[in-house]
Nanobody, 127 residues
Framework: VQLVESGGGLVQAGGSLRLSCAVS????????ISWFRQAPGKEREGVSC????????WYEDPVKGRFTISRDEAKNAVYLQMNSLKPDDTAVYYC?????????????????????WGKGTPVTVSS
């Protein structure tokens, strides 16, 4: 099983990035996928998640209205479109997964017991 994030980089405030989480070893249709981030010197925090069915999407308040989570079952990938980026969005972004049998909907709580994690992709937003 592998989750590989990509798409991070350096962007100016107000800009956009699209992060990808490429999954191998299981079908994204059978797992809830979550995005987390960890800024320098801060604890990891949840950002957004999508349920295995795709019908439930959740966004934490700091990103609500600016970020959009989506997935492509054919490509077995999950995406995080990030618009109107702010310097406070600077962090390493991680995707994580938990099988649908173990959760109702999805979670942005990293204490929930997510099964698989990627290694992260860094995002830097300059002011």
């Amino acid at each position: 099983v592998q989750l590989v994030e990509s798409g991070g980089g350096l962007v100016q405030a107000g800009g956009s990035l699209r992060l990808s989480c490429a999954v191998s070893g299981f079908a994204v249709a059978n797992y809830a996928i979550s995005w987390f981030r960890q800024a320098p010197g801060k604890e990891r925090e949840g950002v957004s998640c999508i349920s295995a069915s795709g019908s439930v999407k959740w966004y934490e308040d700091p990103v609500k209205g600016r970020f959009t989570i989506s997935r492509d079952e054919a490509k077995n990938a999950v995406y995080l479109q990030m618009n109107s980026l702010k310097p406070d969005d600077t962090a390493v972004y991680y995707c994580a997964a938990i099988r649908q049998e173990w959760i109702v909907g999805c979670t942005t709580d990293d204490h929930y017991g997510l099964e698989y994690w990627g290694k992260g992709t860094p995002v830097t937003v300059s002011s």
